[in-house]
């Protein structure tokens, strides 16, 4: 009978500990991800020469366009992005998005035209031009779109969970600081029973 109450006792904080660790699952996000068929990168952000963007869906007009994330969110409405990852300027085709390595030997997303050039943009009109720049001539920043957007609302948050501090011989000690002392004697118990 008191069995049963001490393991009571014992498995409601550990339940309680368990449901704590769980992650928080995440909502869905306003943008598209991209994931490599031989690596299994997965990527939010596409690089051009000179900036970051998104690939999300217009709510008004249902077409996939870029939008801008270097700075204000902005989108680009004379772009279209296709099924397949080509890309549509004023309904011509404009490149595609493909995963190459950059500078550093990190695998991101790029908008390229023809030869695998990376595509620059227009700041003012959106208007796309091909560089003569491949993607190892350029270095990228993230592959995350929650560093860039513009709402921090958009991207699942991890809540900050405080220590749990234990008075321990009169002494406040991490809770890693007491298992570890356990666990060395539970260690020391053990090896003398090996020697005997």
Not at 136 to 142: E, I, M, Q, R
Not at 157 to 180: E, H, K, Q, R, Y
């Amino acid at each position: 009978m008191q069995r049963a109450g001490y393991y009571g006792n014992v498995l409601i904080p550990v339940a309680m500990v368990a449901v704590m660790a769980v992650p928080v699952q995440g909502q869905e996000l306003p943008w598209f991800s991209f994931t490599d068929g031989i690596t299994g990168q997965v990527c939010d952000v596409v690089h051009t020469d000179s900036l970051e963007l998104v690939v999300s869906r217009d709510p008004l007009t249902g077409l996939d366009n870029f939008v801008i994330v270097t700075g204000s969110d902005v989108r680009l409405e004379d772009t279209e992005i296709l099924e397949n990852n080509d890309v549509l300027y004023l309904g011509q085709p404009a490149g595609f998005i493909v995963f190459a390595e950059d500078d550093e030997g990190f695998l991101a997303l790029w908008w390229v035209g023809l030869g695998n050039s990376v595509v620059t943009v227009d700041l003012f009109t959106g208007e796309p031009d091909v560089t003569n720049l491949l993607p190892g001539d350029l270095v990228v920043s993230t592959c995350d779109a929650c560093d860039l957007w513009d709402d921090p609302n958009a991207c699942p948050t991890v809540p900050d969970i405080p220590p749990i501090d234990f008075n321990f011989c009169g002494v406040n000690t991490a809770l890693a600081m007491m298992m570890t002392m356990v666990g060395l004697v539970g260690t020391r118990v053990a090896r003398r029973r090996v020697r005997r």
